[in-house]
């Protein structure tokens, strides 16, 4: 990733295509010290093509991937949810409160 990040500082300063060496440079201005195998790896994969259209490719892949539920949602709604959860906790508290109550004679209710 560090790799990666050197590579596009690079290229959003105008360097469209880094040398290793460009890359190196980067990276040890910040003292990290770059892996010669990875670096070989991603420069021979990122040769001769645009990274702004690499970003846009692997954003619609991204945006085409199920995120895992109704988070958007939840967020959107912020206010009426804020406002729904106290009753749902409140109901929630009832319920334990229930539980504690028929926890005492262990479940079998012999005064009730």
């Given amino acids: 990733m560090k790799h990666l990040?050197?590579?596009?500082?690079?290229?959003?300063?105008?360097?469209?295509s880094p040398s290793a060496?460009?890359?190196?440079k980067v990276l040890?201005?910040?003292?990290?010290?770059?892996?010669?195998?990875?670096l070989e790896t991603l420069i021979s994969e990122l040769k001769g093509k645009d990274i702004?259209?690499?970003?846009?490719?692997?954003?619609?892949?991204?945006?085409s991937v199920p995120s895992g539920g109704a988070g958007g949602a939840a967020a959107a709604g912020g206010g009426a949810a804020a406002g729904g959860a106290?009753?749902?906790?409140?109901?929630?508290?009832?319920k334990e409160e229930?539980?504690?109550?028929?926890?005492?004679?262990?479940?079998?209710g012999l005064f009730d």
């Fill in 21 to 24: 060496k460009d890359i190196k």
């Fill in 86 to 94: 106290a009753a749902v906790e409140e109901k929630a508290e009832e």
């Fill in 5 to 16: 990040a050197a590579y596009l500082l690079l290229g959003l300063a105008g360097n469209t």
């Fill in 28 to 38: 040890d201005s910040v003292g990290i010290e770059a892996d010669d195998d990875r």
């Fill in 52 to 63: 702004n259209e690499l970003i846009a490719e692997g954003s619609s892949k991204l945006a």
């Fill in 98 to 108: 229930e539980k504690e109550e028929s926890d005492d004679d262990m479940g079998f």
